[in-house]
């Protein structure tokens, strides 16, 4: 059994699709032709260089490496890591046939295998640092083989995909090929975006959470009540703008730190305390992000709720960083740098 990291697009605009599908595409514009026909890798480079004549022959190397072991080298009963971009979290599938070339698309769709989603909305924290590294890899496709991958994601698998135990795991080298994660650079950004979630997750455990939302509201220059630990009657958090709070607009905040992702019914429930509080608006903020279904159901109340998973909590911290309490900042201290911004390897 081998491990396969697939990207569902540059910015995951094509998630829903395969996940809804449960099939994972070969996105990449302009390649309709039957890849089952090509009888070596370089017949494909020959044939890529036709369709993109104005790409270097290292970059066509690299999407060689790429595009060939979708269509021959990955096997039934495969693993395929899908990172998603929407929310801090993974899908994990198994390949259940071989491969297919749809000759009519549409565009980017031509190729593609059928899955069986085993994982859905699996957190990001569940897995390893190094785990993540490789799944951070700037490529569409990449095998996944360093640190006995392999084993330790069938592990998990056998455990529910609950946090890896590490003191379980035993690395071994992997070989590299030309088509893992060894010859990939990874998403530094998103390693960092790691990085600093396993800081909150330890220093904001359970309502800490609560309370470093409510700095960031705060930032935002609204005036706060935060529930004491315990039942809050629907509300962990109450916020209005103005000096004193009264005036609009009115959010009923709810906050859960719970690694296990939420549902629809969870959202309806702050729906109905944002009316018993006197709200104008709900703001639903989970660490572990929420079941696939729940954004596309709630379009409906868009005017009504916002979700904020881990990605869009983190992007608020930043933004208003400077403005916290500076006893906050102490606790979680960040520092802003620049690098050279890298490209994905699609």
Not at 146 to 172: F, Q
Not at 308 to 320: I, P, V, Y
């Amino acid at each position: 059994m081998a491990i396969w990291l697939i990207r569902a697009g540059s910015h995951g605009e094509y998630e829903q699709k395969f996940i809804q599908d449960k099939h994972v595409y070969l996105t990449k514009d302009n390649l309709t032709e039957d890849l089952s026909k090509l009888s070596n890798r370089n017949d494909l480079f020959t044939f890529m260089e036709k369709i993109y004549s104005d790409a270097k022959p290292k970059r066509l190397y690299n999407w060689v490496s790429q595009v060939w072991p979708f269509a021959h080298d990955m096997k039934q009963g495969d693993l395929v890591v899908l990172p998603l971009k929407s929310q801090p979290a993974i899908y994990i599938g198994e390949i259940t046939g071989d491969y297919h070339f749809e000759k009519k698309g549409p565009s980017p769709f031509y190729h593609w295998r059928p899955v069986k989603w085993i994982g859905e909305t699996i957190p990001r924290s569940n897995f390893s640092q190094d785990l993540l590294y490789s799944f951070g890899a700037f490529m569409t496709v990449c095998r996944i083989q360093r640190n006995n991958a392999e084993s330790r994601i069938s592990a998990m698998r056998a455990n529910g995909w609950k946090p890896e135990n590490l003191a379980a795991v035993k690395v071994k080298p992997a070989v590299a090929t030309d088509n893992d994660e060894h010859v990939a650079a990874p998403d530094l950004e998103e390693l960092s975006r790691d990085q600093i979630a396993r800081v909150i997750e330890a220093k904001f455990k359970g309502h800490g959470l609560t309370r470093l939302v409510e700095a960031i509201l705060t930032a935002q220059g609204y005036t706060t009540y935060r529930s004491p630990e315990g039942a809050d009657g629907g509300a962990d958090i109450l916020a209005g703008s103005g000096p004193l709070g009264f005036s609009e607009p009115r959010l009923c905040v709810e906050v859960k730190s719970e690694t296990s992702p939420i549902d629809r019914s969870m959202v309806d429930k702050l729906l109905g305390a944002v009316s018993k509080f006197g709200a104008n608006e709900g703001l639903f903020v989970s660490w572990s992000g929420f079941k696939s279904n729940v954004p596309k159901e709630l379009a409906a109340s868009f005017f009504k709720v916002r979700l904020w998973t881990q990605k869009e909590l983190l992007e608020q911290l930043f933004t208003h960083y400077d403005k916290l309490d500076e006893d906050l900042k102490a606790e979680l201290p960040l520092k802003r740098i620049w690098s050279v911004a890298a490209q994905e390897e699609d």
